[in-house]
């Protein structure tokens, strides 16, 4: 959990006097939708959800119209083969293997892991009826991009 990271942006928002922003921590799979959010982010935690095929139709349930979902998640592609040169590809699929996915199938989940990649990630968005769905490189992170989707109006 991110609680210490919730209880900073609390402090901040008070000392900057933000009156229209509240930080929770919840489970994105459990979001609540009433009231509606205008903004939901995920950080490296939808691949190793125990349904993330689920997850960003949860989200989108739980965002008002034209709500923005930002969802930070590993950057790699989603067939291995095209992951062959990816220097970072040996620790990424160690990773998926030995923690993502095992965390996922003890849920009795998809077990994703990983190395889902960016192409699984637009379909699920897709999928949840997300629309102008971007990605963005981090530039001083090589391991995540940012994908940043909004609900239909």
Same mark, same amino acid.
């Given at each position: 959990? +991110?609680?210490? =990271?919730?209880?900073?942006?609390?402090?901040?928002?008070? *000392?900057?006097? &933000?009156?229209? %922003? #509240?930080?929770?921590?919840?489970?994105?799979?459990?979001?609540?939708?009433?009231?509606?959010?205008?903004?939901?982010?995920?950080?490296?935690?939808?691949?190793?959800?125990?349904?993330?095929?689920?997850?960003?139709?949860?989200?989108?349930?739980?965002?008002?119209?034209?709500?923005?979902?930002?969802?930070?998640?590993?950057? +790699?592609?989603? =067939?291995?083969?095209?992951?062959?040169?990816?220097?970072? *590809?040996?620790? &990424?699929?160690? %990773? #998926?293997?030995?923690?993502?996915?095992?965390?996922?199938?003890?849920?009795?989940?998809?077990?994703?892991?990983?190395?889902?990649?960016?192409?699984?990630?637009?379909?699920?968005?897709?999928?949840?009826?997300?629309?102008?769905?971007?990605?963005?490189?981090?530039?001083?992170?090589?391991?995540?991009?940012?994908?940043?989707?909004?609900?239909?109006?």
């Amino acid at each position: 959990m +991110a609680g210490d =990271a919730i209880d900073r942006a609390r402090t901040e928002a008070a *000392a900057w006097a &933000l009156t229209n %922003v #509240s930080f929770e921590v919840l489970d994105v799979a459990r979001l609540p939708s009433d009231p509606s959010s205008t903004a939901v982010f995920a950080f490296d935690a939808i691949h190793g959800q125990a349904d993330p095929a689920g997850v960003p139709s949860r989200v989108r349930a739980a965002l008002e119209p034209g709500g923005w979902f930002v969802m930070m998640d590993i950057k +790699a592609a989603s =067939a291995l083969e095209e992951n062959l040169g990816h220097p970072l *590809a040996p620790w &990424l699929y160690a %990773v #998926s293997t030995l923690h993502c996915m095992t965390v996922s199938l003890a849920e009795e989940g998809a077990g994703l892991g990983t190395v889902w990649g960016e192409q699984l990630a637009l379909r699920m968005l897709d999928e949840a009826g997300f629309v102008d769905v971007t990605v963005h490189d981090v530039p001083d992170d090589p391991f995540d991009s940012v994908y940043v989707a909004r609900t239909p109006s």
